[in-house]
């Protein structure tokens, strides 16, 4: 069973930076591609970036030139770094594997909270 424990959430000002980080469990890590998303008040959660197995990343227009996703595969750790964040940015943010989260019995992990406010 997949389990992910997401961390590094906080309150931050407009314009600073946070890293999020993602620990999974499991022998999979290694072969799929991880996401990040995120879930603001009263919307659906979005995708905001993903990387393959072997490091090739992709964004959410929203966040492009902003956040940057990376990965430790030896760690089983994804990560996120945030920069310049924006009052927009303040979701409660999860990982998964892009090919589980777009199953139905998809479970999520407790995810962890931005909010970027002055």
């Known amino acids: 069973q997949v389990q992910l424990v997401e961390s590094g959430g906080g309150l931050v000002q407009p314009g600073g930076s946070l890293r999020l980080s993602c620990a999974a469990s499991?022998?999979?890590?290694?072969?799929?591609?991880m996401g990040w998303y995120r879930q603001a008040p009263g919307k659906k959660r979005e995708l905001v970036a993903t990387i393959t197995n072997s490091g090739v990343t992709n964004y959410a227009d929203s966040v492009k030139g902003r956040f940057t996703v990376s990965r430790d595969n030896a760690k089983n750790t994804v990560y996120l770094q945030m920069n310049s964040l924006k009052p927009e940015d303040t979701a409660v943010y999860y990982c998964?594997?892009?090919?589980?989260?777009?199953?139905?019995?998809?479970?999520w992990g407790q995810g962890t909270q931005v909010t970027v406010s002055s």
């Open positions: 499991g022998s999979i890590f290694n072969i799929y591609a």
């Open positions: 998964n594997y892009p090919f589980i989260a777009a199953t139905p019995s998809v479970n």
